[in-house]
């Protein structure tokens, strides 16, 4: 009886791998991989986790990502921003801590949001942003630019080159930047 059970168990577990490598492909390689953008400035550490789709001959931003609705600023898992410094964002102070990144691309400008709630997903199961504006920290408007050089896969960066630190989002032609600052810490 034991060993009927142990090979019936056996079959069973054969079964589910060869339906998870040949179905659910779970050894392929994601389409919206995890990335990190990290900096580290004297005592400041910023670090943005988050997933990269790709273009992939598509149109983006007014197709794939509508206009004028809340975006989860990459794939997958909900964007993390997160500061181990208060920082000085367009006027407005965002405390040290882990935020989620939220925006609205619009044709001229978008709006840029910092959510104090974590969560797990970007999206519900109707592919609804599970983002809550009633925990928005900070919210912004930044100015759209567009490059000459097509960016396959959507990146997120910091850019000191200049000794002004920005938080840069690209996708396809389109480029964002927020630009941060350290907070005045009192004497």
Known sequence: MLKRLLILLSIIAIGLLV???FVENIFSPRLSP???AKITLNDLKLEVEYNRPSKRDRNIFG???PYNKVWR???N???TFETNKDLMIDGMVLKKGKYTLWTVPMEDTWKVMFNTRQYQWGVNEKMEPMWDPNFDAIELE???QDIEEIVEKFTIAFDNKTGNLKLTLA???TLIEIPLNTY???P
């Open 184 to 186: 005045p810490s009192k």
């Open 171 to 173: 996708w396809d032609q």
């Open 63 to 65: 197709a794939l990502v």
């Open 77 to 79: 898992e909900a964007t």
């Open 142 to 144: 930044v100015p759209v």
């Open 73 to 75: 600023t990459g794939a």
């Open 34 to 36: 995890k990335d990190k």
């Open 19 to 21: 339906y998870c490598v």
